[in-house]
């Protein structure tokens, strides 16, 4: 039987080491020592998730349900805790808050502050140690004695390395074996990390692949025969919302495949309507017809997963992309170019900006399909806004941030008097210098706290990059900053030379219409 408190020492001994090499043997010692039936739970508690998803617990039900004092000894093991979520997720109908904070309350009392604080972290998607599902997988691997892109396919096609990871620790290869790349099994995506510029691209890959980035809704979409059906990122299946890409695959020649693209609804003159829009046209489950109509989805792939009875995961993008133009019609490929040149491919970003898109994928010629992978082969250089926004208040971080304030929240001036309108929270984007000035900063303008956040004097000015706003009814505003990170602190400019919101909405307005040469 393991016991709450060592998950909850693991995942602080991985929050406060930087080195991933030292966060994967932290990991791989706990799970090697874990029972047969807490790998399952373990596993996904270390990647920042619950087997139940939140259950409806938020801040307000934990602080309701901690008024005790913390247990002085730790006594809970990792299959009580999950008992006890399964109960709590398991209750509905009138009372249901009541009873809900009840047993939280109870389970909390049993709690130390150790295990307690590890339990708000979890339960509130706030386990920010570093222990991502790309870290697990080189855990389980090593746990495992197993190659990590082994445990890394198998997890692609598991839908997650807490459902492969019983097998790879009780079972070893055998257990992987089961796991094969099939049509119908959707898979997790792979992912881009961020570049600053097409020159930065460049240096880190050379001769590279350079495609539109587009804002609209990744789709994997799978044939085998006539039966084709699309399934979102998150691995959901909507097929019955888009029959234009049903259309378009089922008309391929291969029997069998498995695809990776983006839909996306646009204009008649082939700009991109707002993200919003491809999103409400992509759910949509009645009237689809009339929808098609109005507001037609176009598709673009740029990955072919599965040829036939080929899979294709392992091989290099250059043949993937080869594969991919055998596959399908030019209509439905993303726009694409190889080049080593930089002014070309300078030529070919400023062009896809110019037709409203995000900006360009940039991707090494020779790499694998990493799935569920943020991966340094595919790069993303997209456009960056900065906006020069007030400090309204600051939360309280945690693992290596821990006694430091670190998630801002970020306003624009209402422009007609001396009000604020939040457009949302970052955390990103801090050195750590910069988090110790900040603290002390804030903590010197506090005009009252909570337990998760100290307010302040609207003083201080921040310049905040970001990538594109949308539309958000959270906000009074309307609006909401997209991959927002700070870029630093203005002490050139005082609270009357932040933004305005009428400058933010008309960003907003410039996005959405903005339409190509």
């Known amino acids: ?74 006594s809970l093991s990792i299959d009580d805790v999950d008992a006890a979520l399964d109960a709590i997720a398991a209750i509905s109908g009138a009372g249901s808050k009541a009873r809900r904070t009840a047993m939280l309350a109870e389970l909390l009392a049993r ?21 991502l599902e790309s870290l697990m997988i080189d855990a389980v691997a090593a746990a495992a004695a197993l190659p990590p892109a082994a445990v890394r396919e198998a997890a692609m096609v598991a839908h997650g390395i807490a459902s492969v990871a019983h097998a790879a620790l009780t079972e070893g290869a055998a257990g992987l074996a089961r796991y094969a790349l099939a049509p119908m099994q959707p898979v997790a995506p792979m992912l881009a990390q961020p570049a600053n510029d097409i ?75 707002p993200f919003q829009d491809t999103m409400r046209r992509f759910g949509r489950t009645l009237d689809v017809e009339a929808m098609r109509a109005t507001m037609p989805l176009s598709v673009f792939f740029f990955d072919c997963l599965r040829l036939n009875e080929e899979a294709l995961t392992t091989r290099p993008a250059s043949e993937r992309i080869d594969a991919l133009s055998r ?67 600051a939360e309280w971080g945690h693992g290596r941030r821990s006694g430091f304030l670190s998630n801002l929240h970020l306003a624009a001036r209402d422009g007609h ?56 009814p959270r906000y009074p505003g309307g609006l909401a900053l997209r991959f927002a990170r700070i870029k630093r602190y203005r002490s050139d400019k005082t609270v009357a030379d932040a933004d305005t919101i009428d400058t933010v909405r008309a960003i907003y307005e410039g996005q959405v219409a903005r339409t190509p040469n």
């Open 1 to 74: 039987m393991t016991r709450l408190s060592e998950v909850a020492a693991t995942s602080g001994r991985v929050a406060e080491t930087p080195s991933r090499n030292a966060k994967i043997a932290a990991l791989a010692d706990t799970l090697r020592r874990l029972e047969p039936g807490e790998i399952a739970i373990a596993v996904a508690w270390l990647s920042g998730e619950t087997r139940q998803g939140r259950s409806g617990i938020g801040y307000a039900l934990l602080t309701d349900a901690s008024r005790s004092h913390p247990a002085a000894r730790a």
């Open 111 to 131: 709690a130390t502050a150790e295990e307690r604080d590890f339990l708000f972290r979890l339960l509130t998607g706030e386990l920010r140690q570093g222990a």
């Open 199 to 273: 020159a930065e691209a460049l240096a880190a890959m050379g001769t590279a692949a350079f495609e539109w980035k587009l804002d609209g809704a990744r789709v994997q979409v799978h044939k085998a025969g006539d039966d084709v059906r699309i399934f979102t990122r998150n691995r959901n299946d909507v097929t019955a919302s888009a029959p234009e890409i049903v259309e378009a695959v089922r008309a391929s020649r291969a029997h069998a495949l498995i695809l990776d693209g983006e839909a996306i609804a646009l204009r008649p003159d082939g700009a991109p309507l």
């Open 327 to 393: 596959a399908l019609p030019v209509e439905v490929l993303m726009p694409r170019i190889v080049t080593d040149n930089l002014e070309t491919a300078e030529a070919f970003y400023d062009d896809a900006l110019a037709r409203g898109h995000e900006g360009v994928m940039a991707k090494a010629l020779s790499a694998p399909y990493e799935a569920g992978r943020r991966a340094p082969s595919w790069l993303k250089v997209k456009r960056l806004h900065t906006l020069d926004l007030v400090v309204l208040a």
């Open 417 to 472: 008097g001396d009000g604020f309108v939040m457009l949302g929270k970052t955390f990103k984007g801090m050195t750590d210098e910069l988090l110790a000035w900040q603290t002390q900063a804030l903590l010197a303008l506090e005009t009252h706290r909570d337990r998760w956040a100290v307010y302040v004097r609207p003083e201080l000015v921040v310049e905040v990059a970001f990538n594109d706003l949308q539309a958000s």
